[in-house]
């Protein structure tokens, strides 16, 4: 008795037939899937993301703004004689910054605001 | 199909939309307000912006003049008329927003040490730029090419015989505000410097840069002063509103030489601070 291999079963089924392709048009496809992407958490984690980065900057701003505002002079531990740096000296120094930006940009005005040259010789003669 | 279509369009424009709509408001807190403008800076943007319209036009001018004169029809003669009405009106604005850029200048600067009168040099500026918006009215009414050329020499003659003149004043006044200015605050800066200066030479310290720093303080005061006096007495030559651009000329040298001195009074006023 010869054994039948047994891939000799699948040959007892009926020959199948040939598919026809009947799926939704490719544009419908596309379609299709640009919808799925968009309902995709993959787009909606990208814009959390993205309020995330702006919301940390902003945070990080204010912060950055308060401790300008909250700075407290940081202490000096340079020996001094008991006295310490006299106010009047700064505010001079402040003075004569001022004093020295004042000068700087002292204007030239008769460069600065050169007149406006334009032909005014209208003629409609050769 | 097409409700698949507008579906899709509508979840993707919702994201899309509210996430420009959430940059917009987030750039906006980060960034607040960084776009306004000085009056200065507004004027100096007109006049710029002026500036590119006018040559515009006068190419615009030029090239339309150049057509008439070789074709002669009717069309290039409307096109030409057209355009030198354009460019009329644009030197008049130019005019007019260079007055308006005069104006914020002598406006940014401390008239509180000047004896000349802002009220004074502010009607100067108005009475020229009515007569720029006078002109302008004319030349918008203007029906033919040849009304044109006498108007532009009207203009022509007002800016040379009267514009100018006053601008020179003007120029000339805001340069003698703006000196005066510097030298009271060199005065001033000099009389607080000038006590702590006697404090340290009454306590003993008697180095020489302490003692020579009175003789060099005088000395530029004394040369700031006297600088200040001959452009005010040059600036008294003329009584009416107009002023020649040669007196213009002493004043402004006079006021650019006042700068130099006084810089060197920064340089000497910063050394001090170091030894005191």
């Not at chain 1, 020996?79 to 700064?90: H, Y």
């Not at chain 2, 030198?84 to 914020?104: C, G, P, S």
């Not at chain 2, 030349?139 to 601008?167: C, I, M, R």
């Amino acid at each position: 008795m010869i054994n039948e291999p047994q891939n000799a079963i699948y040959d007892t089924h009926e020959p199948q037939l040939p598919k026809v392709k009947t799926g939704p048009n490719p544009v419908l496809l596309k379609l299709k899937q640009a919808q799925a992407y968009a309902k995709k958490p993959k787009f909606i984690t990208i814009g959390i993301l993205v309020l995330t980065i702006f919301v940390v900057i902003l945070a990080l701003t204010m912060v950055s703004k308060n401790q300008t505002q909250n700075q407290t002079p940081t202490p000096s531990f340079a020996p001094s004689a008991g006295n310490p740096t006299p106010k009047p000296q700064s505010e001079l120094q402040k003075k004569v910054e001022e004093y020295k930006n004042k000068v700087d940009n002292m204007q030239n005005f008769r460069t600065k605001l050169s007149y406006p040259i334009v032909d005014l010789d209208i003629t409609f003669e050769k | 199909m097409p409700n698949l279509v507008n579906s899709s369009q509508f979840i993707v424009n919702r994201y899309s939309k509210s996430l420009v709509l959430l940059l917009f408001i987030v750039s906006g807190l980060l960034f607040p307000v960084q776009a306004q403008t000085s009056p200065l800076e507004k004027a100096q943007n007109d006049y710029n912006f002026q500036t590119s319209q006018y040559k515009d036009a006068h190419d615009k001018y030029a090239t339309a003049r150049s057509e008439y004169l070789t074709f002669k029809t009717a069309l290039s003669k409307d096109k030409a008329y057209q355009e030198t009405k354009n460019y009329l009106i644009q030197v008049d604005l130019l005019y007019k927003t260079f007055l308006a850029l005069v104006q914020e200048n002598t406006n940014s600067l401390n008239w509180d040490s000047a004896n000349v009168s802002k009220i004074e040099s502010n009607n100067i500026l108005t009475t020229e730029t009515s007569f720029f918006d006078d002109n302008q009215k004319k030349v918008l009414a203007a029906q033919t090419l040849e009304e044109l050329p006498p108007l532009a020499k009207d203009l022509k003659d007002h800016v040379t015989q009267s514009t100018n003149l006053k601008l020179n004043k003007t120029l000339a006044t805001a340069e003698i505000v703006q000196s005066k200015s510097l030298l009271f605050d060199f005065n001033t800066l000099s009389a607080t410097l000038d006590s702590s200066v006697k404090n340290k030479l009454q306590e003993g310290n008697t180095q020489s840069v302490f003692l020579n720093w009175a003789t060099e303080n005088a000395n530029i005061k004394t040369l700031a002063s006297q600088k200040v006096q001959f452009a005010q007495s040059e600036f008294a030559k003329s009584t009416t509103q107009n002023m020649d651009t040669a007196t213009l000329n002493n004043i402004a040298d006079s006021a650019q030489s006042i700068k130099v001195d006084l810089q060197r009074s920064v340089n000497l006023f910063e050394e001090l601070l170091r030894l005191i």
